[in-house]
């Protein structure tokens, strides 16, 4: 069974391999598009500190990007080219990195009660609060596996991991 701890290290996991993956990238190359549609280094990263606002709202913690986040949520115009709403690459790392100290202080004030807590998700569907923050843990997998591949369109030709 997972426990509080492995949860914390899995998250913080994470923000090491973005690390590692966006080492030596510029703000421009977040922004490259990919060949083969979808969006940018820069989109996916947003969204991922965005997405631990929702992580932090279901630990009981104030949110951290609000609204400088809503250019990355679900659903949002494709990030084709730097505006006022674009937050630089460096920024959404220090973003994910404050969120990532405030995420593992939150689960280890975490009891049983607050994790067995039941929620109803936006797509109307019911589950606990342990049960949603793993699905949340594991969508951010998703995007950071996809960091990978930003790094090769950037240009690096190298392998990280």
Request: with cysteine.
């Amino acid at each position: 069974m997972i426990n509080a701890t492995d949860l914390s290290d899995a998250f913080a996991r994470n923000v090491g391999i973005i690390k590692m993956q966006t080492k030596d990238l510029t703000h421009a190359d977040s922004l490259i598009q990919p060949p083969f549609g979808g969006n940018c280094l820069n989109w996916v990263l947003g969204h991922l500190a965005e997405n631990r606002d929702h992580v932090l709202e279901l630990l009981g913690e104030p949110v951290s990007m609000g609204e400088l986040g809503a250019r990355y949520k679900r659903g949002s115009d494709p990030l084709i080219a730097p505006g006022d709403d674009t937050l630089p690459l460096a920024e959404i790392l220090a973003w994910l990195d404050r969120a990532q100290e405030r995420i593992v202080a939150a689960i280890a004030r975490m009891d049983d009660a607050a994790w067995a807590r039941e929620i109803v998700t936006g797509n109307n569907r019911k589950a606990t609060v342990a049960q949603r923050v793993f699905f949340l843990y594991f969508h951010e997998t998703y995007h950071v596996g996809q960091t990978e591949l930003f790094r090769q369109i950037a240009g690096k030709n190298d392998k990280i991991i």
